[in-house]
């Protein structure tokens, strides 16, 4: 069969470059029309060429899909690359100190065996989440979900993740109620872990107790200092960490607590066998108000 001659064909691409925009138009507004008479028409042409071009579709998405998990699993072994080498140099301090720790615990025994030191009670936990705050003007205390019958008692210490933020003035079967730190009517044995020395953390309803009774002479009390229970009179075991001395602006010298009193959840109440002095209860505000308090 004959072919066109190129002689024939060149009118009729300069017939169509010249009525290629026409064309389009109409192509255009012929699909328009046709999808409003029949839009079943459409919509089965337009779902079957959809049909038709999705293997090629997922056939080309494929290297580009597989591109971004090469991608993504190389930033991942760089990460894990890296994190392997803090993990190392991490555990690498960590046997230092445990090999350090170990040389001391020796010592200690050592040392507790030749003064014959009475060892310490063990240390029981009763852990209870925090179901009501009575913060006030005059009063600062917490409601917590454990009581008597969990082993909850009068005069253990409360213990939030970061340190000491109370103890318990009140017990019932199902509930305890905890005197914070900051109370006005709190007054807290502390020791200055540096210094070595004692003071009585006492609250003001403020954010940072004050401390009395520090010796006079400056370097007692240096800021930062950390601050922990003494022991002093079988209140709390010794060692709790509270916080860090800081310099108020009434030029007294107070502790920045370690515990985050506003994301209070939870409270361990510790109970070492002691014998608890607490033997008041916690003034409620008409009393603070009779005494004066502003």
Do not use: C
């Not at 409003?36 to 071009?53: H, P, Q």
């Not at 010794?238 to 009434?250: H, N, R």
């Amino acid at each position: 069969m004959r072919g066109l001659s190129p002689v024939r064909l060149v009118p009729i691409r300069a017939w169509m470059q010249r009525f290629a925009l026409l064309l389009l138009i109409l192509a255009a507004f012929g699909l328009i029309v046709l999808g409003k008479a029949d839009t079943v028409v459409v919509e089965r042409l337009r779902t079957g060429l959809a049909d038709t071009v999705a293997p090629l579709l997922d056939l080309i998405s494929r290297p580009a899909a597989s591109f971004g998990r090469m991608s993504e699993e190389v930033r991942e072994i760089s990460a894990l690359r890296l994190e392997n080498e803090r993990l190392r140099e991490a555990n690498g301090r960590l046997l230092q100190w445990q090999e350090v720790a170990r040389r001391l615990e020796a010592e200690n025994l050592q040392l507790r065996g030749l003064m014959n030191v009475t060892p310490e009670p063990s240390l029981s936990y009763v852990s209870g989440r925090i179901i009501a705050d009575s913060g006030g003007a005059f009063v600062r205390s917490v409601l917590v979900h454990a009581g008597g019958r969990s082993g909850a008692a009068k005069g253990q210490a409360a213990i939030a993740e970061r340190g000491l933020v109370g103890r318990v003035v009140e017990v019932g079967e199902r509930s305890s109620r905890v005197l914070l730190l900051t109370d006005l009517n709190s007054r807290i044995p502390v020791l200055l872990e540096n210094s070595r020395e004692r003071a009585v953390m006492a609250g003001d309803n403020g954010p940072r107790p004050r401390l009395l009774y520090l010796p006079s002479r400056r370097e007692a009390a240096q800021p930062g200092e950390r601050v922990v229970t003494s022991g002093q009179g079988g209140v709390f075991p010794p060692g709790l960490p509270i916080g860090e001395t800081v310099l108020g602006e009434d030029g007294l010298v107070r502790v920045s607590l370690f515990a985050d009193f506003d994301r209070l959840e939870y409270l361990r109440l510790v109970d070492t066998g002691l014998a608890h002095t607490l033997t008041e209860p916690i003034p409620g505000p008409q009393r603070v108000r009779q005494r004066g308090r502003p």
